[in-house]
């Protein structure tokens, strides 16, 4: 178990950040700390797949001195996926600081209890 | 090879050029440019659909790397099928919620909404034709935020609110179906989905990597399932559908959600087999939420008193119907869970479209409260929300009718005792369920009204929202009446997938 721990010791790690900013995500009541979990977890999910992408003792997939040998180089693909997943996350980041701005101009707070509370005043005097 | 093939690419690149397009040009414009994209996507994937038909599915690779490296489309007739309904959809959506747009949208904004329909119709269609599960990833997160634009369009501190909590959920389900993909490359070293497909079928056979195959599976479904709103995930609903604008409603219940579980399906199918999927169990823990979505969606709609959200959460009971369907078999329940998603593209939007045009006439009052009465002066409204509702009950010559009947066959046919037994149960109980909101609405817009001044619209004021409502009818009715041939369509499709 310890082995299987201590050979497998990124992706655990990754694991328990993934777990960390999936439940910060989920459950904490300030919307800042709500983005911050979300960007802890998509980083978790970059780590793993760059981790397991990267083989010891090989080379970047970039052909060097000549050298076609398939098995010298590591896959590119994985990388490519974290590029493109870091490029998802910039943007859905930049959308939810967007709307906590706005919901701070608003509501005139970060915590979503209290918002919710305004917010259901106003529903009570609508029409 | 026939130049049609070429359709789907074309359609993708056309959806996102006139999203690029429209971010320099007035709204209106951009709105003609919507609404054109979305007839062609409606006509070419008619002609796909029928070209597929006869000549069986076609790979079609994107770019210069062939199969096992490169990115490729999957085109087959039920996704181009599901391609069109979903195009027609949107844009009866845009065309009847047009008054909406005007009033809930500032002028100079109008462009921006018709962006993200843009998008979200790129999104749609790579859900339909896609065979590379990473692709399905990127799409995924641009329809969200496409989505999320759609909601918070409006700028009141409310629809902000509700595009906070639809996007949080949004994120946590499609981190969860990053990891799934993430933990399925890792153990299979391939992201297109028949090689996907072979790679898993002999690990499941040889027993390796069991434990990763399977939580590749839960998190992929359980990502798709909170994105599209299953039991317990369900609670953004009220909020987002009830606050938006009408169109935006429409479209996010009747397609986006729609368009994940299209995908989900695809990806069960293509990707892990009916063979696993139905003996790791996770399709009895889709039938268990799905059966308790049904009833808690419909248990509270009962409870509102805002005819809006009162349609937002029968939509979260409508989920738990198709996902029911997932959860009993492969075969004619998935074949009914795709009909019911037809059938809910359908009557919803029209019903949002409905009770909006209701509460117009009522000077802009949603609570039950104040719309007594009001189909006496909204008389179109009236008659299309009865139609809505009836077909949402389930009443002969509506598709409410034929999905709720397949799935009574499907459970009966496929489903094992307690199964069985449960589809039945659940049908009778949320019917009467379906029945007690939804009658009592339309009672109420037909009684004798409070006396209260009122807004008389005809047919002559309302002209986008009438054209668009007699159409999702006359679709309603008409599928209602020729549901064997498309119930035959889909399950030659689904058996082929």
Request: proline share 3%.
């Given at each position: ?127 | ?101 005007n009033l809930d949208i500032e002028a ?24 590379d599960i990473f692709t399905g990833y ?59 497909r072979e790679t898993v079928e002999a ?295």
């Amino acid at each position: 178990m310890l082995e299987f721990i201590w050979t497998n010791r990124i992706q655990c790690v990754s694991v328990i950040l993934f777990a960390i900013g999936f439940s910060t995500l989920l459950l904490h009541r300030n919307l800042m700390k709500k983005i911050i979990g979300l960007n802890i977890m998509d980083t978790a999910t970059y780590l793993f797949l760059t981790s397991i992408g990267m083989i010891e003792g090989r080379l970047a997939p970039i052909i060097q001195n000549g050298d076609t040998d398939v098995s010298k180089y590591v896959n590119p693909l994985p990388a490519g996926l974290v590029l493109t997943g870091i490029v998802v996350s910039v943007s859905v980041t930049a959308v939810m600081l967007a709307l906590t701005i706005r919901l701070y101009k608003s509501y005139h707070t970060l915590n979503l209890d209290e918002i919710y509370l305004k917010a259901q005043e106003e529903q009570e005097e609508e029409p | 090879m026939s130049f049609t093939v070429n359709f789907p690419l074309f359609m993708i690149v056309l959806s996102l050029m006139s999203a690029a397009v429209s971010s320099v040009l007035p709204g209106k414009v951009a709105r003609v440019i919507t609404l054109c994209l979305n007839a062609v996507v409606c006509t070419a994937s008619s002609i796909l659909t029928v070209y597929l038909y006869a000549e069986g599915p076609v790979f079609y690779k994107m770019g210069h790397f062939p199969s096992p490296w490169g990115n490729e489309l999957k085109l087959t007739y039920l996704g181009s099928l599901f391609a069109a309904i979903f195009a027609t959809v949107m844009f009866l959506c845009v065309l009847g919620g047009k008054k909406h747009i005007n009033l809930d949208i500032e002028a100079k904004k109008q462009n921006f909404y018709y962006i993200m329909i843009d998008l979200i119709q790129a999104a749609l269609l790579v859900f339909c034709f896609t065979n590379d599960i990473f692709t399905g990833y990127v799409f995924i997160e641009i329809c969200t935020i496409a989505s999320c634009g759609i909601l918070m369009i409006s700028q009141i501190g409310r629809t902000t609110l509700a595009a906070v909590r639809y996007m949080i959920f949004s994120l946590v389900g499609s981190g969860l179906f990053l990891l799934g993909v993430v933990v399925l490359y890792n153990i299979t070293g391939h992201l297109l989905m028949p090689q996907l497909r072979e790679t898993v079928e002999a690990l499941w056979q040889s027993g390796e990597y069991r434990m990763p195959l399977i939580s590749s599976l839960c998190l992929i479904v359980s990502g798709l399932a909170i994105k599209s709103g299953l039991f317990p995930f369900q609670f953004w609903m009220p909020d987002t559908y009830g606050y938006a604008t009408p169109a935006s409603s429409g479209i996010l219940s009747g397609l986006v959600s729609k368009g994940y579980i299209f995908f989900l399906i695809k990806i069960i199918l293509d990707v892990y087999g009916s063979d696993m999927f139905y003996s790791s169990g996770m399709n009895n823990v889709l039938f268990a939420l799905g059966v308790i979505g049904i009833v808690t969606g419909s248990g509270f709609a009962i409870a509102e008193n805002n005819i809006f959200r009162m349609i937002a959460q029968s939509s979260a009971a409508q989920i738990g119907y198709i996902y029911m369907g997932i959860g009993i078999s492969p075969t004619l329940g998935i074949v009914a869970a795709l009909f019911h998603i037809i059938t809910h593209a359908i009557t919803k939007p029209s019903l949002f479209l409905s009770a909006s045009a209701l509460s117009d006439s009522a000077n802009g009052y949603k609570k039950f409260r104040n719309l007594q009465g009001v189909a006496k002066d909204n008389k179109p409204a009236g008659i299309f929300f009865t139609i809505g509702a009836f077909s949402m009950i389930g009443i002969p010559f509506t598709m409410g009718f034929v999905s709720k009947y397949l799935f009574a066959t499907a459970g009966l046919g496929e489903g094992s005792g307690f199964k069985a037994y449960t589809t039945i149960i659940v049908l009778a109980v949320s019917t009467i369920l379906n029945t007690l909101y939804f009658a009592r609405t339309v009672i109420r817009i037909y009684s004798k009204p409070t006396g209260e001044n009122r807004i008389k619209l005809t047919v002559r004021n309302q002209k986008p929202y009438v054209t668009a409502s007699v159409m999702f009818a006359i679709i309603n009715i008409g599928t209602s009446l020729a549901a064997s041939p498309i119930f035959y369509l889909i399950e030659r499709g689904v058996s082929r997938l």
